[in-house]
């Protein structure tokens, strides 16, 4: 079997062998970007490589990059329990050219590798192009010898790869793998293109225009290549396995989990076993590259996915904090790749175990307090918007969780009764600062707020740290 960190060593070496530079993975936090939450893609620490801002010795590059989506443009928390393809931290292999090579070599060394290193079956294979890229399609035929009914030209933006709302993007083409007639899903671009029996592996982006705004693009001073696949999906595939969460790497934290809950990995249990992996590993790697829970910006995005692990150690009955104590089976499998795993680990247990131990209180009684008003409701109707707030405000749960806990019911909450509890309690709290005549920094970052705008939500006691973040 090729295991996870096989498939990683064997994609950083192909692309050595043909020119590429082995280029470390950057940290999740991206350095000099205020215009992004987390690191969601190999190309962003190419970014200004791509616009010709920045020059680097090398013209080939390859990487494995962290990445995390939860928050912004790319956001798949709420993907986690749900699909088999999702994961909140992944890692994304690719190779990059600068300017050097661009179409037909980059469909050439994504054909060679999965097929002949990888040796994946051509027959299982399909690929997507934008309509507009008659080109690739071409190159795909030559290559690869696909017959047309497996080059799907897609009309819409998902054959144009965007990092966020400005930024180096372009037209791209996606490799996709049919796991069979038993999955659901239809093929890319039909209408149940969402379920999971066609998973994309491999999106070749052809990087040609540079995002400045809204209707504002511009072409690069040279047309480059940005490729991402996902590690998990990829391992998936050659694992044999339809699940992502099935892979060795998923499965040995799955199976942590469940060794210290005394639970069974499968059954009843196994949503919160890999929900509870995934948040282990993006929580983890957010501490190592220095984010902090808090109630603002990233460090509220991080206590998010935290708090929803944590109710999801809680549905498997951990009465004492648990995800400290799945550290070393992460460092295990992903310390090697990544040392600061380990550089952290003093850190990533401590923080992980506080926060718990802090939550564990109101996660109980909240809990109980949304059952009780469940109770009360008819089938399918939403939970009252102050009731959510009161989660929120008093008790410590983001708007995402409790809707988390309700989507299993078909259930969903009142956002717009939510969004007003807040404001009244804002209003009562800015006519309170107004009232004691001090000119405080509260009701000065109110003010702030109200020229700027929040782009998204991430608290009440937060949105002006947040400032600008937006994608
Ligand atoms: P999907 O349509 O399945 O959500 P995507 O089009 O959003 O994927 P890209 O932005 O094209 O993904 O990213 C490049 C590759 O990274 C994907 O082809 C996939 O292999 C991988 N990938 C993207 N999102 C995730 C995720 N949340 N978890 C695991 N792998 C992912
Ligand atoms: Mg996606
Ligand atoms: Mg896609
Ligand atoms: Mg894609």
Same mark, same amino acid.
């Given at each position: 079997?090729?295991?996870?960190?096989?498939?990683?060593?064997?994609?950083?070496?192909?692309?050595?062998?043909?020119?590429?530079?082995?280029?470390?993975?950057?940290?999740?936090?991206?350095?000099?970007?205020?215009?992004?939450?987390?690191?969601?893609?190999?190309?962003?620490?190419?970014?200004?490589?791509?616009?010709?801002?920045?020059?680097?010795?090398?013209?080939?590059?390859?990487?494995?990059?962290?990445?995390?989506?939860?928050?912004?443009?790319?956001?798949?928390?709420?993907?986690?329990?749900?699909?088999?393809?999702?994961?909140?931290?992944?890692?994304?292999?690719?190779?990059?050219?600068?300017?050097?090579?661009?179409?037909?070599?980059?469909?050439?060394?994504?054909?060679?590798?999965?097929?002949?290193?990888?040796?994946?079956?051509?027959?299982?294979?399909?690929?997507?192009?934008?309509?507009?890229?008659?080109?690739?399609?071409?190159?795909?035929?030559?290559?690869?010898?696909?017959?047309?009914?497996?080059?799907?030209?897609?009309?819409?933006?998902?054959?144009?790869?965007?990092?966020?709302?400005?930024?180096?993007?372009?037209?791209?083409?996606?490799?996709?793998?049919?796991?069979?007639?038993?999955?659901?899903?239809?093929?890319?671009?039909?209408?149940?293109?969402?379920?999971?029996?066609?998973?994309?592996?491999?999106?070749?982006?052809?990087?040609?225009?540079?995002?400045?705004?809204?209707?504002?693009?511009?072409?690069?001073?040279?047309?480059?290549?940005?490729?991402?696949?996902?590690?998990?999906?990829?391992?998936?595939?050659?694992?044999?396995?339809?699940?992502?969460?099935?892979?060795?790497?998923?499965?040995?934290?799955?199976?942590?989990?469940?060794?210290?809950?005394?639970?069974?990995?499968?059954?009843?249990?196994?949503?919160?076993?890999?929900?509870?992996?995934?948040?282990?590993?993006?929580?983890?790697?957010?501490?190592?590259?220095?984010?902090?829970?808090?109630?603002?910006?990233?460090?509220?995005?991080?206590?998010?996915?935290?708090?929803?692990?944590?109710?999801?150690?809680?549905?498997?009955?951990?009465?004492?904090?648990?995800?400290?104590?799945?550290?070393?089976?992460?460092?295990?499998?992903?310390?090697?790749?990544?040392?600061?795993?380990?550089?952290?680990?003093?850190?990533?247990?401590?923080?992980?175990?506080?926060?718990?131990?802090?939550?564990?209180?109101?996660?109980?009684?909240?809990?109980?307090?949304?059952?009780?008003?469940?109770?009360?409701?008819? #089938?399918?109707?939403?939970?009252? &918007?102050?009731?959510? *707030?009161?989660? !929120? @405000? $008093?008790?410590?749960?983001?708007?995402?969780? +409790?809707?988390?806990?309700?989507?299993?019911?078909?259930?969903?909450?009142?956002?717009?009764?939510?969004?007003?509890?807040?404001?009244?309690?804002?209003?009562?709290?800015?006519?309170?600062?107004?009232?004691?005549?001090?000119?405080?920094?509260?009701?000065?970052?109110? #003010?702030?707020?109200?020229?700027? &705008?929040?782009?998204? *939500?991430?608290? !009440? @006691? $937060?949105?002006?740290?947040?400032?600008?973040? +937006?994608?």
């Amino acid at each position: 079997m090729q295991t996870a960190n096989d498939i990683r060593r064997t994609f950083l070496d192909f692309f050595a062998k043909q020119g590429h530079q082995i280029v470390d993975s950057s940290p999740l936090v991206p350095r000099n970007d205020p215009t992004l939450m987390f690191t969601n893609a190999g190309m962003v620490q190419f970014k200004n490589v791509f616009t010709g801002a920045e020059t680097r010795p090398y013209k080939r590059a390859v990487t494995s990059q962290k990445c995390v989506r939860a928050g912004g443009k790319h956001n798949d928390l709420d993907n986690v329990g749900y699909t088999a393809r999702h994961h909140t931290f992944f890692e994304m292999l690719g190779n990059f050219s600068f300017g050097d090579y661009f179409k037909d070599d980059a469909i050439a060394f994504a054909w060679n590798l999965i097929t002949k290193e990888y040796g994946l079956p051509a027959d299982k294979l399909l690929v997507t192009v934008h309509t507009s890229d008659e080109d690739a399609a071409a190159i795909w035929r030559k290559v690869a010898g696909l017959s047309d009914d497996r080059i799907i030209r897609i009309p819409t933006d998902d054959n144009f790869w965007r990092m966020g709302d400005t930024g180096p993007c372009g037209p791209c083409s996606e490799i996709f793998y049919d796991h069979g007639p038993s999955i659901a899903g239809g093929p890319p671009g039909s209408a149940d293109q969402d379920g999971d029996r066609f998973i994309e592996i491999w999106n070749l982006v052809f990087m040609q225009y540079e995002q400045l705004g809204p209707d504002n693009l511009v072409p690069l001073p040279k047309p480059s290549i940005d490729t991402g696949m996902g590690l998990e999906r990829l391992a998936a595939v050659l694992q044999g396995k339809h699940d992502n969460y099935d892979i060795d790497l998923m499965r040995s934290l799955i199976l942590a989990s469940a060794e210290a809950t005394k639970t069974s990995p499968d059954g009843a249990h196994a949503v919160s076993h890999r929900v509870i992996a995934d948040h282990l590993r993006s929580t983890s790697f957010l501490i190592a590259d220095g984010v902090l829970p808090s109630n603002e910006g990233r460090g509220y995005v991080l206590r998010r996915i935290m708090r929803r692990a944590m109710r999801h150690a809680h549905m498997i009955g951990a009465r004492e904090p648990l995800m400290h104590r799945l550290v070393p089976a992460l460092i295990q499998q992903m310390g090697d790749a990544y040392p600061e795993l380990n550089r952290a680990r003093a850190l990533i247990v401590e923080t992980l175990k506080l926060e718990e131990t802090r939550f564990k209180q109101t996660l109980e009684r909240g809990l109980r307090l949304l059952e009780d008003e469940v109770g009360h409701l008819g #089938e399918g109707q939403p939970l009252a &918007g102050d009731v959510a *707030f009161k989660l !929120y @405000d $008093t008790y410590g749960f983001p708007l995402d969780l +409790t809707q988390d806990v309700l989507r299993g019911q078909g259930r969903g909450v009142d956002e717009a009764g939510f969004k007003a509890a807040m404001d009244e309690q804002r209003r009562k709290a800015r006519e309170s600062w107004a009232g004691s005549g001090e000119v405080g920094t509260e009701k000065l970052w109110y #003010e702030i707020k109200d020229e700027l &705008g929040a782009t998204e *939500f991430f608290g !009440y @006691d $937060t949105e002006v740290a947040e400032g600008k973040v +937006t994608a």
